[in-house]
T-cell receptor, first 113, second 116 residues
Framework: AQSVTQLGSHVSVSEGALVLLRCNYSSSVPPYLFWYVQYPNQGLQLLLKYTSAATLVKGINGFEAEFKKSETSFHLTKPSAHMSDAAEYFCAVSEGQGGKLIFGQGTELSVKP | EPEVTQTPSHQVTQMGQEVILRCVPISNHLYFYWYRQILGQKVEFLVSFYNNEISEKSEIFDDQFSVERPDGSNFTLKIRSTKLEDSAMYFC??????????????FGPGTRLLVL
């Protein structure tokens, strides 16, 4: 079975600083990987996805993620944090023909002024 | 932009009661899913549904749970006899998907279920 590990349940950065949220996966086959964001009291919004095309994937709101097979990682970055980026971020891997998502435990991002 | 909708947004029920959570997936999507998120925990897969039948279900999805697509638009999750531990946020998701290909899932805003 596939799994996802997100290092750090809580990350705090200053406004304007680099955001780095870590995600490692385990998969026996080339994975489909996703990052979702959950703002307070809202549902999950797709940020970006990796589907075995380009290893550097650009998403919405200035976020991007790089797939590194050798490190089994799919870390999420943003060059300059904004206050509105404060949310919970989930990394997920798709498994099986039906495409069910296996989620990591989530990382809560705080942005300090 | 099309989106997944869910009703109600909040539901409070007594233990042992039946609840039905409703979802309207994006109209041209073929795959439908339910997930739940217990407060403070990760999002967990419950069930996937394709071509009018369950394609996969998790260990959580026991005989107390059922899903149905009663018409061309709604997708429902029924919990027959709720337990305290069913209290969670329930998310519906849908995907246009193709067999064997990536199935990018779009999520609804969730229904927060509280069982007393």
């Amino acid at each position: 079975a596939q799994s996802v590990t997100q290092l750090g349940s809580h990350v705090s950065v200053s406004e304007g600083a680099l955001v780095l949220l870590r995600c490692n996966y385990s998969s026996s086959v080339p994975p489909y990987l996703f990052w979702y964001v959950q703002y307070p009291n809202q549902g999950l919004q797709l940020l970006l996805k990796y589907t075995s095309a380009a290893t550097l994937v650009k998403g919405i709101n200035g976020f991007e993620a790089e797939f590194k097979k050798s490190e089994t990682s799919f870390h999420l970055t943003k060059p300059s944090a904004h206050m509105s980026d404060a949310a919970e971020y989930f990394c997920a891997v798709s498994e099986g023909q039906g495409g069910k998502l296996i989620f990591g435990q989530g990382t809560e991002l705080s942005v300090k002024p | 932009e099309p989106e997944v909708t869910q009703t109600p947004s909040h539901q409070v029920t007594q233990m042992g009661q039946e609840v039905i959570l409703r979802c309207v997936p994006i109209s041209n999507h073929l795959y439908f899913y339910w997930y739940r998120q217990i407060l403070g925990q990760k999002v967990e897969f419950l069930v996937s549904f394709y071509n009018n039948e369950i394609s996969e279900k998790s260990e959580i999805f026991d005989d107390q749970f059922s899903v149905e697509r009663p018409d061309g638009s709604n997708f429902t999750l029924k919990i027959r006899s709720t337990k305290l531990e069913d209290s969670a946020m329930y998310f519906c998701a849908s995907s246009v998907g193709t067999s064997g290909g990536v199935k990018t899932q779009y999520f609804g805003p969730g229904t927060r279920l509280l069982v007393l």
